[in-house]
Protein backbone atom coordinates (compact mmCIF):
# COMPACT_ATOMS: atom_id res chain seq x y z
CA UNK A 1 0.00 0.00 0.00
CA UNK A 2 1.52 3.65 -1.34
CA UNK A 3 2.18 5.96 1.93
CA UNK A 4 -0.64 8.96 2.09
CA UNK A 5 0.31 12.41 3.22
CA UNK A 6 -1.90 14.69 5.18
CA UNK A 7 -1.36 17.95 6.12
CA UNK A 8 -4.11 20.32 7.85
CA UNK A 9 -4.06 23.59 8.82
CA UNK A 10 -6.58 26.40 10.24
CA UNK A 11 -5.72 29.50 8.92
CA UNK A 12 -8.06 32.96 9.16
CA UNK A 13 -11.19 31.10 10.26
CA UNK A 14 -10.72 28.25 7.79
CA UNK A 15 -9.57 24.66 7.45
CA UNK A 16 -7.00 23.77 4.45
CA UNK A 17 -6.29 19.53 4.15
CA UNK A 18 -3.60 19.17 1.85
CA UNK A 19 -4.19 15.16 0.34
CA UNK A 20 -0.55 13.92 -1.46
CA UNK A 21 0.51 10.56 -2.61
CA UNK A 22 -3.15 9.49 -3.65
CA UNK A 23 -6.10 10.81 -5.05
CA UNK A 24 -8.29 7.46 -3.70
CA UNK A 25 -9.75 8.52 -0.62
CA UNK A 26 -12.62 10.67 0.87
CA UNK A 27 -12.28 13.13 3.64
CA UNK A 28 -15.03 13.95 5.85
CA UNK A 29 -14.88 16.85 8.15
CA UNK A 30 -17.47 18.22 11.30
CA UNK A 31 -17.57 21.81 12.34
CA UNK A 32 -19.50 23.72 14.16
CA UNK A 33 -21.28 24.35 10.90
CA UNK A 34 -22.08 20.17 10.55
CA UNK A 35 -20.88 17.41 8.32
CA UNK A 36 -19.76 17.75 5.43
CA UNK A 37 -17.99 15.13 2.89
CA UNK A 38 -15.13 15.97 0.52
CA UNK A 39 -14.42 13.73 -2.61
CA UNK A 40 -11.61 13.93 -4.48
CA UNK A 41 -11.74 15.94 -7.71
CA UNK A 42 -13.50 14.19 -10.95
CA UNK A 43 -11.21 11.87 -12.76
CA UNK A 44 -9.35 10.96 -9.57
CA UNK A 45 -8.69 7.33 -10.55
CA UNK A 46 -6.36 8.49 -12.97
CA UNK A 47 -3.15 8.04 -11.73
CA UNK A 48 -1.11 10.20 -10.10
CA UNK A 49 1.86 11.78 -12.34
CA UNK A 50 5.37 10.89 -11.46
CA UNK A 51 6.64 13.22 -14.65
CA UNK A 52 9.40 15.69 -13.25
CA UNK A 53 7.40 18.42 -16.31
CA UNK A 54 4.51 18.60 -13.92
CA UNK A 55 4.57 21.35 -11.62
CA UNK A 56 2.14 22.34 -8.89
CA UNK A 57 2.96 26.06 -9.73
CA UNK A 58 0.03 26.28 -12.94
CA UNK A 59 -2.41 28.53 -12.77
CA UNK A 60 -5.85 27.78 -11.62
CA UNK A 61 -8.25 29.11 -8.65
CA UNK A 62 -6.97 29.91 -5.28
CA UNK A 63 -8.85 29.85 -2.15
CA UNK A 64 -12.32 30.76 -2.80
CA UNK A 65 -12.27 31.28 -6.28
CA UNK A 66 -9.57 33.65 -6.07
CA UNK A 67 -7.69 33.87 -9.31
CA UNK A 68 -3.70 32.52 -8.36
CA UNK A 69 -1.00 31.34 -9.70
CA UNK A 70 -0.41 28.81 -6.90
CA UNK A 71 -3.50 26.93 -7.72
CA UNK A 72 -4.18 23.55 -8.97
CA UNK A 73 -4.21 22.15 -11.63
CA UNK A 74 -7.40 21.12 -14.34
CA UNK A 75 -10.42 20.26 -12.44
CA UNK A 76 -12.29 21.22 -9.45
CA UNK A 77 -15.27 20.43 -7.12
CA UNK A 78 -16.90 22.76 -4.26
CA UNK A 79 -14.00 23.24 -2.02
CA UNK A 80 -11.81 20.30 -3.83
CA UNK A 81 -8.82 21.81 -5.89
CA UNK A 82 -6.34 19.17 -7.42
CA UNK A 83 -2.73 19.47 -7.17
CA UNK A 84 0.19 18.07 -9.03
CA UNK A 85 0.28 14.90 -6.46
CA UNK A 86 -2.85 15.09 -4.86
CA UNK A 87 -5.93 17.39 -4.22
CA UNK A 88 -6.27 20.25 -1.64
CA UNK A 89 -9.83 20.89 0.26
CA UNK A 90 -10.79 24.41 1.65
CA UNK A 91 -12.88 23.95 4.18
CA UNK A 92 -15.06 27.71 4.80
CA UNK A 93 -14.24 26.95 8.84
CA UNK A 94 -12.44 25.28 11.13
CA UNK A 95 -12.72 21.43 11.69
CA UNK A 96 -12.89 20.18 14.66
CA UNK A 97 -12.35 16.39 13.22
CA UNK A 98 -12.07 14.89 10.33
CA UNK A 99 -12.19 11.31 9.00
CA UNK A 100 -10.23 10.02 5.70
CA UNK A 101 -11.07 6.72 4.46
CA UNK A 102 -9.53 5.26 1.58
CA UNK A 103 -10.09 3.41 -1.16
CA UNK A 104 -9.19 -0.48 -1.29
CA UNK A 105 -7.14 -1.62 -3.91
CA UNK A 106 -8.22 -4.36 -6.20
Known sequence: MDE??????????RTVIDVAGTRDVAVVVRSTGGERIYLPPE??????????????????????????PYGGTSGSTRGVVETADGFRITHPE????FDVFRGHET
Do not use: A
Not at 59 to 64: A, D, F, M, N, T
Open 43 to 68: GFDEPVSESPYTSPYQGGSGIEGEES
Open 4 to 13: VDIDTRVTDG
Open 94 to 97: PVTE
